[in-house]
């Protein structure tokens, strides 16, 4: 498992085995997708990190204002607050 991956499921308590769903459409996620890109400076820490669907993760490649949009949806687990 990925570290970013790991990171995203410590910061809920979700072990390998549970179902993580969509932030986006509350559907089962496929994906821990990185709100900023690794390229341009994000990182693998749970604040830049979202659960999404196959659908929702094209869409994010798809869109130029996915930053903002995912970040309104993003959720935060167990009193962490966004930085």
């Known amino acids: ?3 970013h991956v790991e ?3 410590a910061a ?3 072990a390998e085995q549970d179902t993580v769903l969509c932030e986006l459409c509350q559907r ?3 994906e821990i997708h990185h709100i900023e890109y690794r390229s341009h ?3 693998d820490d ?3 990190l979202i659960a999404c669907c196959v659908e929702c993760h094209r869409w994010a490649h798809a869109r130029a204002d996915r930053v903002e949009i995912m970040r ?3 959720r935060w687990p167990n009193g962490l607050k966004p930085t």
């Open 1 to 3: 498992m990925s570290e």
């Open 72 to 74: 309104a949806f993003k």
């Open 7 to 9: 990171n995203y499921r």
């Open 46 to 48: 749970f604040r830049n």
């Open 12 to 14: 809920w308590g979700f």
């Open 28 to 30: 089962r996620a496929g």
């Open 41 to 43: 400076g994000g990182t």
